[in-house]
């Protein structure tokens, strides 16, 4: 008999209260025997991720290992202790007024309901790294499987709840829904803490709305992508058409441009020779394998509507073997600013649009015209001309990262990365999906005054060796 | 001619876009200065805040030395630089995919609205810690004065442009808005970034919500008060009554019972004797001046309505010299539990519930029944034959702080301090608006991937002294 909603999020909220005090070393030993559990599983899933995402042997079977890294790195981070952000004050009656013994640390929200990916059915997926991080810092998960790749995530889920149970997690601490229904209730129940999402802007923003209209409303924590605008200088363009050319083709094709890092706009001070280049180079493009027919069809559809924006020219197709074309077009700096909301539109899948701004200003113009996004870059050369200051300014307005003479896809996923950014790239720019810091999306501080040791949790009494790295009274 | 809101926070944003890049001892100058401009004028401001607050001169005058104190503490965790989260992962091509540079540390939010509070004219007003976490963070303020006390408000906000102008300060860096509607247009403007409200659960989320139906959401950061239930074990009832009896009465009219930790509801094992003890020292209780004329008739109101719960009985009033009673009110677990919501009102002002459980049983279901508060807290004997550790998790699970064998009210501004928790008690239970981490709120991440060291802020480059505490490759 299938379990109702409501008992399983009961359940996964009996399951939090559990392993809440649970020593961050039981909690790595629990990440780490997940990733050992999918490494080892690795041949039988890549074969059915690859039926359902057509992606081929060699992304999936990388993307596992990285899936399994991300799980490692949670697990690094939790040993770490800093998430914990352990702060004492001692009590000094010699202050007006005389303080009181206050110590903090944080604590785990709950119950977290991850909506994964469909483009990563590994890293953004069941086992993916918001998953990681939730379970890194001490929640229950409940994982909304995402219609694109049902059989593999139940694969995972299956994997993964199994190796949490060998080292002693409780019924219910890793659990799985399916269906789209069960998405919103999720997010609408009493018992959930949080919400992790990764996603298209339109879905993304529906559940943020009922996050928020709540009784109790909850932390919504949306990854929504982003344009990721690239900025070419005139020197470097001129210098170096080829190599961008060559790059920017790469970075838009990779995955078949379905990543959220995707750099959908090049701007470009003076762009005729990178789109002379362009244009051989797509033609000769190799054919892209969407995820499904439905991303087939909305590629195409938001393809199309934009190459009607006025003024937008196609530089160039491949040949469409594949699923669809790889398509790159043109459109002069002050038709794209003209254009205003409509130009600016999220294509997933192989297409691209190169701005070309006839002078310096034009640029600093375009790039005012873009609101929040994952990622944006400057390409220039070693003693560049141009004055690369303003445009910067404006970049870090609107960017969780940006990249300098690299293309933004391919994450690395570290402690210094920040994958998220002003909105719409992220519902909450405070926060990364990715790296080790994403786990502080599902902690929140507690502060405990006047306790007597033997209450307080081991890692707030004076012979804690977290004191070591703690703040005390001010200090570091 | 009076300024347009749109030009006031168009030229808030430009004055932010200019202190972007100050370094963090120009903003502790700037913090400093405003401090030093606040005590210097004590004299003059707490008359007038008297007048339009019913406060005493002695509370006031503290409170001022209060201001100053936060807004030095939020100068010294400027100064203490933990704030940028400076985290660097230098490039290594021996991984798989190899690693790019990555240097990532936090940045300013944009323009900061800050709603004041009503019950502390100075230290959660106009230069209060919301607008001293929000310099602190980079940001321009634009200050909803609070219509409780217009007059010390415009003084201190001519006060403190004054001596931020002195240091620097662009014009419109630091600005006071006053009527309600330019409130909400102040949550609605597409150039604010964030808000922090210091109020009501009913003004705070009807803010809230504005500010996530925005086309571009910001986060919202609402300090809403909290019931703040403090649990008294039966050894503690009958081993010190009159004591518990005399903390109860002396914080639930500290300041006339108009603070955000007032505990409003004293849960307690065997009340008899407390309550003989409140019937006889609540009615030798001082006469209570509240702030004014409108909270007056909100506190009655309110008193009355709670009076009215089946099975509540007062346990005894003071004279009501002032402007209002002093009403301490008793009912039995059981009636309290069947009253549902009914009872567990917000009493802003002098007045508070005492529960009386028959059993232990009847303790943890009480403490099952609140939600998110403040603070809550546990008053017990050492060797306590009550088990501590079932109440001691349900507290944890809805408090922002938890208080042993002392009384909430009376926050110490400290890095431990945490003033915040769970819904209603914030609208984001992620932070503290009290304490140095309160700057936190208004920052963000932002990675830079493979930039030249000359285009690095100077605290991401290679011969920073930041770096020396930086996490450098995952080491601290």
Same mark, same amino acid.
């Given at each position: ?6 008992? %399983?999020?009961? %359940? ?30 690795? +041949? ?26 991300? *799980? ?6 939790? %040993? ?29 929200? +709950? ?33 909304? #499987?995402?219609? +694109? ?7 995972? /889920? ?32 009493? *018992? ?20 928020? $209209? ?10 929504? @992508? ?37 750099? @959908? ?32 069809? *909305? ?11 006025? +003024? ?40 691209? #649009? ?8 034009? &640029? ?12 944006? /870059? ?13 445009? *910067?300014?404006? &970049? ?38 990715? /790296?080790?810091?994403?786990? &502080? ?7 405990? %005054? ?10 707030? $009494? ?13 200090? &570091?």
């Amino acid at each position: 008999m299938a379990m109702t909603l409501d008992n %399983q999020i009961q %359940q996964a909220h009996n399951a939090w209260l559990q392993i809440r005090n649970w020593s961050p070393q039981q909690i790595s030993t629990m990440l780490n025997a997940i990733a050992d559990a999918l490494d080892l599983a690795k +041949g039988e899933l890549v074969p059915v991720a690859m039926e359902e995402t057509n992606l081929p042997e060699a992304r999936l079977t990388g993307e596992v290992g990285r899936t399994s890294g991300q *799980l490692r790195l949670m697990a690094r981070a939790v %040993q770490d202790r800093t998430y914990l952000d352990i702060t004492i004050d001692h009590a000094d009656s010699s202050l007006t007024p005389p303080r009181p013994d206050l110590r903090m640390k944080t604590t785990s929200l +709950g119950v977290v309901g991850v909506f994964g990916a469909s483009n990563f059915p590994f890293a953004f997926g069941v086992a993916g790294g918001d998953t990681a991080s939730a379970i890194a810092a001490g929640c229950a998960v409940i994982i909304k #499987v995402n219609p +694109g790749h049902p059989r593999v995530s139940r694969m995972v /889920g299956t994997i993964m709840i199994n190796a949490a149970k060998n080292v002693g997690a409780p019924d219910g601490l890793i659990s799985l829904v399916e269906d789209f229904d069960a998405g919103i209730a999720l997010v609408e129940h009493p *018992l959930t803490a949080a919400i992790a999402f990764t996603g298209s802007t339109h879905g993304g923003r529906a559940l943020f709305d009922a996050a928020c $209209r709540r009784e109790i409303p909850i932390p919504f924590y949306g990854e929504l @992508g982003g344009l990721n605008p690239i900025f070419v200088t005139r020197a470097m363009a001129s210098q170096q058409a080829k190599e961008t050319a060559e790059g920017f083709l790469a970075s838009i094709t990779m995955g078949a441009g379905q990543f959220c890092t995707k750099p @959908g706009f090049l701007i470009v001070e003076g762009a005729d020779e990178i789109n002379a280049q362009l244009a051989t180079l797509v033609s000769a493009a190799p054919g892209q394998k969407l995820l499904n027919s439905k991303i087939v069809e *909305l590629h195409d559809k938001n393809r199309d509507e934009i190459s009607q924006v006025p +003024g937008m020219n196609l530089v160039a197709q491949n040949s469409g073997e594949g699923d669809t074309y790889v398509s790159v077009f043109t459109i002069s700096a002050s038709d794209f600013l003209k254009a205003g909301a409509s130009a600016k539109r999220e294509v997933f899948g192989p297409t691209a #649009v190169v701005v070309n701004c006839e002078n310096s200003e034009e &640029l600093i113009d375009v790039a005012r015209s873009f609101s929040g996004t994952l990622a944006s /870059g400057i390409h220039a050369t070693d003693n560049d001309p141009t004055e690369i200051g303003p445009l *910067l300014s404006i &970049l870090e307005n609107i960017s969780g990262r940006i990249v300098w003479n690299q293309w933004p896809t391919g994450l690395a996923v570290t402690w210094a990365m920040h994958h998220g950014g002003p909105y719409p790239a992220s519902t909450n720019s405070l926060f990364t999906s990715v /790296g080790a810091k994403a786990l &502080l999306r599902f902690r929140r501080p507690i502060a405990y %005054q006047n306790f007597p040791q033997r209450y307080l949790d081991s890692v707030l $009494r004076d012979d804690a060796p977290e004191l070591k790295s703690a703040r005390i009274n001010g200090e &570091l």
